[in-house]
């Protein structure tokens, strides 16, 4: 049990609206990347925080963004929602150096109409 | 720009027969390369990767920085492998994060 969780599990939006999706990283990592894999697809990385700071960011617009917290929790939020942002939306946390493995969470699905 | 190309979306195979996924990789700089795998109804979660040098679960790997790939075999196929298989690249200086990936390779492997 690798204890990345995220909520919601799933969720349906309509075009227009704003999303907020939530990670609790598994204790003692202090880095959380976020992921969008649309259906067929691979995952592709939208964003990493470490010590609440953004520090990577892949080919993502603005209206994408995130926050990371004292206890490691994270936020992704994207706003202004387009159909295309219908995706599977996977966290990892990790810690900092060390062998630095990567475990994620068994993701958000979004459904924007 | 980096890239990674799977380019079999479907693999399948008979037990005990061997498997190769292939994967190719193009990166200006120095690469970091991983597999990762999805079972089914499971969470994404790392196979192997490349500076470990292990062997998972029968699995190996071998980097060919002449040929940018970094094909993943496995002699002797067994059902429980069937899963999804991501490779997936990452700059070194990043230590295995603000990865890209694959499409990804669905393996069968038939009783």
């Known amino acids: 049990e690798t204890g990345v969780t995220q909520s919601p599990t799933h969720l349906i939006k309509t075009r227009g609206q704003q999303v907020t999706l939530r990670c609790s990283s598994q204790?003692?990592?202090?880095?959380v990347s976020w992921y969008q894999q649309a259906l067929g697809q691979g995952p592709q990385f939208i964003f990493q925080?470490?010590?609440?700071?953004?520090?990577g960011r892949g080919n993502f617009p603005p209206r994408f963004s995130g926050l990371q917290f004292p206890n490691y929790s994270s936020e992704l939020n994207v706003n202004a929602l387009e159909l295309d942002d219908s995706a599977l939306y996977l966290c990892?946390?990790?810690?900092?150096?060390?062998?630095?493995?990567?475990?994620f969470g068994p993701g958000t699905r979004l459904l924007v109409l | 720009a980096q890239r990674v190309t799977q380019p079999e979306k479907l693999l399948s195979v008979f037990k005990g027969a061997p498997v190769e996924l292939k994967c190719n990789y193009s990166?200006?700089?120095?690469?970091?390369l991983f597999w990762y795998v999805q079972y089914s109804r499971q969470r994404l979660q790392l196979l192997l990767r490349h500076i470990s040098r292990e062997s998972i679960k029968g699995f190996t790997a071998d980097l060919n920085k002449g040929e940018t790939s970094f094909h993943l075999k496995k002699p002797f196929a067994q059902e429980e492998d069937s899963a999804m298989y991501y490779c997936a690249l990452s700059p070194i200086e990043t230590s295995g994060s603000r990865l890209t990936f694959g499409e990804g390779t669905q393996l069968t492997v038939n009783p």
């Open positions: 204790s003692g990592h202090n880095t």
């Open positions: 990892a946390s990790r810690e900092r150096g060390g062998a630095g493995t990567q475990y």
């Open positions: 990166y200006s700089g120095s690469p970091e």
């Open positions: 925080y470490y010590r609440e700071e953004e520090n």
